[in-house]
């Protein structure tokens, strides 16, 4: 392994790999090449690990799309494949029955979500909906107009509810709120078409080919449901966020202050104390020993989530945040509980005061290579037109390094400060520093 160690960190540097990391890396494979398999077992591993590399880096977007038709029935598994996609910019697309697909799959470099993984609508359904797709040669334009042409015994009112939280109705007429609200009254509709078309088809002069006329209802006069409300409704039918997350718009906070993924177990390793960023997705309280209200809650994360437990006296003091689709930051320890890992929550904050209450400096990520000269210019005007008492510091990276810089200038922290920052560098340029 020595004599390998020097040919391995060459090639890494000539691929503009730093050479520290090179070497890290290498200490890596060396204390696995020590702790080693039978030969036998190290070839399998290894072949194998090759294939799914290859595939990874040759096929990502169908690669992924297999392991989530694989990995649906696990939310958490599902967020962190979620990720990889956002990260890698695959889009994933929301189910749509104008785009039936019974299983996750790839078209046109899109992962375009599987029917069957949504709650309620299973295989049978999914294949319905792509027989009576195909057979009609065009896209649906609304509910009424699916439920004409769908055998509602197989699509039915459960699998029509989860369709639509989901998202699946979102290309043709109407809102999320109307169709929901219509499910009922298209169901009938179309079962009274239905039975008119097949009366007419076994009567005397079902022979004759003529177009029945049909008057579709108007979708009902309904107030639409809140962003908020529509997440919270679309994680309902599928366990997890997809067509956005509402820790989303603080992406920065999540990225700066929180120390652990809620989702990724390696993260907790020697983390006694922490700090987790995440949505409150659901919520039980319960009377403890001394008469207070104590409360049980599950945090979700773009990771993944975790259980966590707010006993009396922290309740009483923080139990205003602990509300079902809340984005909030809780101070807490760890605690292994079998397979399962809890966090014992002993403060909370609202995430959208986070930034305001923990930062110390602001950090700025500037890349020689993306970056061009003018953009210093432009930010040194940012800072002028945002000034105030928060030190900055940008870290500018190059090829093989990072160098750091503390600035002449202090900021005021905004919403609009950071979205012309974000604006100029990039949504991940920008870090709020506790030191």
């Known amino acids: 392994m020595q004599r390998q160690k020097a040919k391995f960190v060459d090639g890494a540097v000539a691929n503009k790999i730093p050479k520290k990391i090179a070497e890290e890396i290498f200490v890596v494979i060396d204390k696995f090449a020590n702790y080693g398999f039978n030969k036998s077992h190290a070839v399998a591993y290894s072949f194998v690990a090759y ?33 990889d996609c956002r990260k890698l910019k695959i889009p994933v697309k929301s189910p749509d029955v104008n785009r039936p697909t019974v299983k996750f799959t790839v078209d046109n470099v899109e992962i375009i979500f599987g029917m069957s993984a949504i709650t309620n609508v299973r295989v ?74 097949f009366n007419q088809k076994d009567s005397l002069f079902g022979e004759i080919e003529e177009e029945i006329q049909i008057e579709e209802p108007e979708l009902p006069d309904v107030e639409a449901w809140t962003h908020k409300d529509t997440l919270a409704k679309e994680r309902e039918a599928l366990g997890f966020y997809l067509s956005d997350h509402p820790l989303r718009k603080f992406e920065a906070e999540y990225n700066s202050f929180s120390t652990i993924k809620l989702g990724d177990p390696e993260t907790f390793k020697n983390a006694e104390f922490v700090r987790a960023c995440g949505v409150v997705t659901s919520i039980r309280t319960r009377i403890d020993r001394s008469g207070r209200n ?63 209450k923990l930062t110390k400096s602001i950090g700025i990520l500037l890349d020689i290579e993306k970056h061009a000269p003018s953009t210093i210019t432009l930010v040194k005007q940012i800072f002028e037109k945002y000034s105030g008492n928060i030190p900055v510091i940008m870290y500018v990276r190059t090829n093989v390094s990072s160098k750091r810089f503390i600035v002449d200038y202090k900021v005021s922290l905004s919403d609009v400060f950071v979205k012309e920052i974000q604006n100029l560098f990039g949504d991940d340029s920008i870090a709020y520093q506790t030191m």
């Open 51 to 83: 294939q799914t590399a290859y595939l990874k880096a040759n096929y990502t977007a169908e690669f992924l799309a297999a392991n989530l038709t694989n990995e649906y029935g696990n939310p958490d598994k599902v967020t962190l494949l979620l990720e």
């Open 294 to 356: 104590m409360a049980f809650f599950t945090l979700d994360d773009f990771s993944g989530s975790c259980e966590c437990i707010m006993f009396g006296k922290v309740y009483s003091e923080c139990g205003d945040l602990i509300q079902p689709d809340s984005t909030i930051m809780v101070f807490g320890k760890l605690e292994s509980s079998g397979d399962a890992v809890k966090l014992h929550a002993d403060d909370a904050i609202a995430l959208s005061d986070a930034a305001a």
């Open 124 to 197: 049978n359904a999914g294949k319905e909906i792509e027989r009576a797709h195909k057979e009609l040669g065009r896209n649906f334009t609304s509910i009424y107009d699916f439920t004409i042409n769908t055998d509602t015994r197989i699509v039915n009112k459960r699998a029509l509810e989860g369709l639509v939280l989901s998202g699946a109705f979102d290309s043709v007429k109407g809102d999320r709120a109307q169709n929901f609200t219509a499910i009922e009254h298209a169901l009938s509709f179309g079962s009274k078409v239905q039975s008119a078309n």
